[in-house]
């Protein structure tokens, strides 16, 4: 197909959910997307969290590519090889307890939030089900994950939602989720780093206290790693910055190194609660994507990729200071490990607009927040490529 039919197929076949920028990219590998004109760009935001190791990388190629030939899919009636490994991989690098894989993030929370449900309901005399969630929250698109977000935004139009939530409490607001507390509270829902959110960096303080008030209430801490998760904090999970245990994670987005595959993790007490027929998803956990997974973490600890996180953070975070103090559109920097927010004091999208053309992808959220999250293996001359760039684009906006 040609740009044009491309384009034309998409206004008559495919519904108008995304907002589209009028690029069409073919190839990808690393840090580097190629478009149909042959252009190369460096994405600072690739695949919307999902490339945490990059385009292509050639440890998940290699593991698809073998498994592919071999076998896709398995009904989950049966076991599967591919998925015990991953499980183990995972809990390994989590903390005792047992999986369930799902295809997506907001599928991963939905189970993550139906198991609470299951949880709370074991005592009869007082059955517990709300879940506390934050301002600025993003959990997902179902009816219950998009309850749970929290935000008019995306939730106009779609009412009746989900009973059973109690959100856009104060983020890093302890006396606020003590207020939120009540007979009914199962557990609390919350992202390490809000992403959609604007970039916002839970306190250590703020989690810690999560941590205890759950233990004294027994409600659950359940901690939405689809965006945080598999390093991108430059820990492989956003909590481990925190030296608390939840008792119940969510990942997607870059696990699967590009194919679609979900997980939620609890830990030992409760994993058993959900028994046969209760939940289910028929491709959750397939060879294929549990292979891929699989090649994810090879790629990860065979790169060193948590290192290279740590290391490169440091280095964007002191260039966009710099950049900040003599561009006085830059309102604030923050993040975490290569989870970086940039708030402007305009809106962003000219400034990606701007940035695509010069051949840089990166994000804007919330209107006003720039977001970048490079693979983990950026270097620092792509750190270079990305400052010169933004510097250029910003100079014009000034
Ligand atoms: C923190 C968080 N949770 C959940 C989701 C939903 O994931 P998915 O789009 O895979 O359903 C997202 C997506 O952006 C996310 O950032």
Redesign the pocket.
């Known amino acids: 197909m040609k740009k044009e039919e491309i384009f034309q197929t998409y206004k008559n076949c495919i519904m108008p959910t995304y907002t589209k920028m009028p690029y069409i990219f073919v190839k990808g590998k690393g840090m580097k997307l190629v478009d149909i004109d042959g252009k190369e760009y460096l994405d600072f935001f690739p695949g919307?969290?999902v490339g945490n190791v990059g385009y292509c990388h050639p440890a998940v190629m290699s593991a698809v590519r073998h498994q592919i030939g071999k076998l896709i899919h398995l009904p989950n009636n049966f076991f599967n090889p591919t998925q015990a490994k991953l499980a183990k991989e995972i809990i390994r690098l989590t903390f005792p307890g047992k999986v369930f894989f799902s295809n997506?993030?907001?599928?991963?929370?939905e189970g993550a939030i139906k198991l609470a449900r299951m949880v709370g309901a074991k005592d009869p005399s007082n059955p517990r089900y709300e879940i506390i969630t934050f301002e600025n929250?993003?959990?997902?698109?179902?009816l219950a994950?998009v309850t749970a977000t929290g935000q008019k935004k995306y939730q106009k139009g779609f009412e009746p939602l989900v009973e059973g939530f109690k959100t856009n409490v104060p983020f890093n607001d302890f006396q606020a989720v003590c207020a939120a507390v009540n007979e009914k509270t199962v557990g609390i829902l919350i992202?390490v780093v809000?992403?959609?959110g604007g970039v916002n960096v839970a306190s250590c303080d703020f989690m810690k206290n999560l941590r205890r008030l759950c233990d004294d209430k027994k409600m659950l801490l359940m901690i939405?790693?689809?965006?945080?998760g598999i390093g991108r904090t430059g820990k492989m999970f956003g909590y481990q910055n925190y030296d608390i245990v939840p008792d119940i994670i969510?990942m997607?987005?870059s696990l699967g190194g590009g194919l679609?595959i979900?997980c939620m993790v609890a830990e030992k007490k409760i994993a058993d609660i959900l028994q046969p027929g209760m939940h289910a998803s028929t491709f959750g956990g397939s060879p294929l994507v549990c292979k891929a997974a699989l090649g994810v973490f090879k790629a990860i600890q065979k790169d060193k990729m948590l290192e290279n996180a740590s290391k490169m953070s440091p280095v964007i975070f002191e260039k966009l200071k710099k950049l900040q103090k003599n561009y006085s559109v830059i309102k604030d920097v923050r993040g975490a490990g290569l989870m970086i927010g940039v708030e402007l004091n305009i809106k962003g999208k000219e400034v990606i607009e701007e940035c695509l053309k010069e051949g840089l992808l990166i994000n804007c959220t919330h209107d006003f927040v720039l977001r970048l999250m490079p693979a983990l293996n950026v270097t620092k001359r792509q750190i270079d490529t990305m400052i010169r760039i933004l510097e250029k684009v910003l100079r014009g906006v000034k």
């Open positions: 919307w969290g997506s993030g907001a599928e991963a929370n929250a993003f959990h997902g698109r179902t994950t992202e809000q992403g959609e939405d790693e689809v965006q945080t969510t997607a987005k679609p979900g």
